[in-house]
């Protein structure tokens, strides 16, 4: 699936909540639960992404072409919200993150914890999974 | 001086704030975030309206009908505020823009002339950042030194600590009248008491205090106390310092320009008296005219009244919240203004916070801009709920339902 595609089918689930925050913020955490553990050895200094409030550990290999980003995050909303990344960035190639443009925040009601860097690390964390995106399409670009 | 009317009747109270009548997420507002900033009555909303629709003009050197509006306005919130904290003199009274201008204007002005090599300045474990950085500054530029009286358990200073420090005759002391992360209210009588002992000045940092407790600076015998305006129903961008004029007097200008000088030639400037002498520039007028009707306000309510209503607000969230299973209290003087700062083991408090702001509940989360304390502590940081004069129990009731609710969800 396409990184709008996948936004597209998050939009869908999320649209049943009927914008109750509450329940959207309970299904985020439910989510969060559900994102495959990072590796502990994995959880250093080098992979924080920083907010004032709540820290995100980030890390991207890759694979096939497509970039696996694995993430975990220390508060339970930010970790659900990092759990929607990763879903709609895993496998994608480089070029297709780079070029991303994020709508589904806004029409979850999430729109908050955009461009509130101080407040959690989700800000960030979109910024780093772009870095790694283009870090990987130099890489490959280079190699060729 | 303060009135003492009839007790607190919440519900004409809250009629008065505008803001605190609206749904948040489709719940009605429950503020608990009265610590940071509480909300202000339409008479204040009013006045500065009224100020900017009728009397606006720069102040002191006008000859027009406006301009001698403007001034007795502004004038008048000094008289105000003197009364208010019971100062000797009103030019001991400077309109700043709130406690971090007021602690940074002593620390610069009093800390250049009177700090030397090797001096001591206490501060407490329970500051603020800006009771703390301010000092850091003028401590590193003079070389002098920074102690700190250390906190207990329950969050209360170790006076006996404080006694120790004072035997290396620190030239400043500065501590807060009540604690804003966890609501300690401290011994301020006694810390100044000891410290003129010792030959220290004192500083107290007021801001939890002005809206919450009674001050009376001749009485506690302070040599400067400040006050913000927000976080007493009155403008942000405001508030005072108070000062003992025969030390204002021994201080330089902190800052220069128009308002403050007496006469300017390019060699040399003259001061102008006090108050005006720490007035440098246009003043934020509207706001400090507006901070009068904050005043009446609590005057009107008279604070004993508020003391007594705000301490039962406190002892009921304390019943609610320690019976549920999972909380923990932080914070647990036995003398306290309305602050209950809690954490829920197993559950950070980022994420406590924003469900409760789904239901329309709101509370501060995080360090509080009091890392050191958080630190002393071993804890990250804080949920906090601060109460204020127009809260209801209900209100606690619901903070408390919401609380039990993230634990059954999350656990």
Known sequence: ?144 | MSVLTAPIDVEKIRAQFPVLHQLVNGKPLVYFDNAATNQKPQRVIDALTHYYQHDNANIHRGIHTLAERATKAYEATRLSMQNFIHARHSEEIIFTRGVTESINLVAASYGRTFLHAGDEVIISGLEHHSNIVPWQLICEERKARIKVIPVTESGELDLDAYRKLLTGKPKVVAVNHASNSLGTINPVKEIIKLAHEAGAVVLIDGAQASAHLPIDVQELDCDFYCISSHKMFGPTGTGILYGKRELLEKMPPYMGGGEMIKEVTFTKTTYNDLPYKFEAGTPNIGDVVALNEAVNFINELGKDNIVAYEHELLVYAVEKLSAIKGVKLIGTAKKKVSVQSFAIEGIHHFDIGQMLDTRGIAVRTGHHCTQPLMDRLGIEGTVRASFSVYNTKAEIDQLAEGVERIIKFLK
């Open chain 1, 1 to 144: 699936m396409s990184i709008n595609q996948i936004q597209d089918e998050i939009i869908g689930e999320f649209s049943l909540l009927d914008g109750d925050m509450e329940m959207t913020v309970f299904y985020i955490m439910e989510l969060g639960q559900k994102l495959p553990a990072m590796r502990e050895v994995d959880k250093t200094e080098d992979n924080v992404v920083k907010g004032c409030q709540s820290k995100v550990w980030l890390t991207a290999r890759l694979e096939n072409g497509g970039i696996v980003f694995e993430a975990d995050s220390n508060t339970a909303i930010t970790k659900g919200l990092v759990s929607l990344l990763v879903r709609i960035f895993n496998h994608q190639k480089p070029e297709a993150i780079l070029n991303a443009e994020l709508y589904f925040m806004n029409k979850i009601g999430m729109e908050r914890f955009i461009g509130t860097q101080r407040s959690n690390g989700f800000a960030a964390m979109i910024k780093q999974m772009k870095l790694y995106a283009f870090a990987f399409k130099t890489q490959t670009e280079l190699a060729r």
